[in-house]
T-cell receptor, first 113, second 114 residues
Framework: GENVEQHPSTLSVQEGDSAVIKCTYS??????FPWYKQELGKRPQLIID?????GEKKDQRIAVTLNKTAKHFSLHITETQPEDSAVYFC????????????FGTGTRLTIIP | DADVTQTPRNRITKTGKRIMLECSQT?????MYWYRQDPGLGLRLIYY???????NKGEISDGYSVSRQAQAKFSLSLESAIPNQTALYFC?????????????FGDGTRLSIL
């Protein structure tokens, strides 16, 4: 089955700086990679996703890159703001047989004012 | 999304009790999922259902059972609760017509087993 590793587990950055979170996956058949943000006490919410036919996707201050050869994908947040403080989860899904998401273990991002 | 509703939001119970967590959705999605979240372990899939007649085990199904009563309802049961089932439980839904659709989560149920 799929295995997703996520690093780092905690990350602190100065407000205005960039943050990068990295994930690797094991199943080369995986072709969908969402990122979720979970604020304290709240539900995970999708912030951006990428499909395997695309190498990069951007939405305002958030971008995701995918390297299929190396089987890794990354979340980039630029010009960080205090409201970016949260736990971020990456996930991967195969489109073969019964599709299901496998999540990484999460990164707690803290933005220092 | 308020469209995915979980009840109860919090529950404290004792070892050996039977517990049911309920999830209902108004999004019209075919696919529903149950996850548990533990600190440092992320979200792990317990069971999932792609339609009313389809139930599948996830990676940590032991000690749990589910029922898909209707397209909109998917309940998770702990037949005889044990303390290591203390966790935050999330229900999620996604569309079934196309692959690779995002999952939408409920607000979660915080379950404590004493």
């Amino acid at each position: 089955g799929e295995n997703v590793e996520q690093h780092p587990s905690t990350l602190s950055v100065q407000e205005g700086d960039s943050a990068v979170i990295k994930c690797t996956y094991s199943d080369s058949a995986s072709n969908y990679f969402p990122w979720y943000k979970q604020e304290l006490g709240k539900r995970p919410q999708l912030i951006i996703d990428i499909r395997s036919n695309v190498g990069e996707k951007k939405d305002q201050r958030i971008a995701v890159t995918l390297n299929k050869t190396a089987k890794h994908f990354s979340l980039h947040i630029t010009e960080t703001q205090p409201e970016d403080s949260a736990v971020y989860f990456c996930a991967a899904r195969t489109n073969f047989g019964n599709e299901k998401l496998t999540f990484g273990t999460g990164t707690r991002l803290t933005i220092i004012p | 999304d308020a469209d995915v509703t979980q009840t109860p939001r919090n529950r404290i119970t004792k070892t050996g009790k039977r517990i049911m967590l309920e999830c209902s959705q108004t999004k019209g999605h075919d696919r529903m999922y149950w996850y548990r979240q533990d600190p440092g372990l992320g979200l792990r899939l317990i069971y999932y259902s792609f339609d009313v007649k389809d139930i599948n085990k996830g990676e940590i199904s032991d000690g749990y059972s589910v029922s898909r009563q209707a397209q909109a309802k998917f309940s998770l049961s702990l037949e005889s609760a044990i303390p290591n089932q203390t966790a935050l439980y999330f229900c999620a839904t996604s569309e079934g017509r196309e692959s690779n659709q995002p999952q939408h989560f409920g607000d979660g149920t915080r379950l404590s087993i004493l």
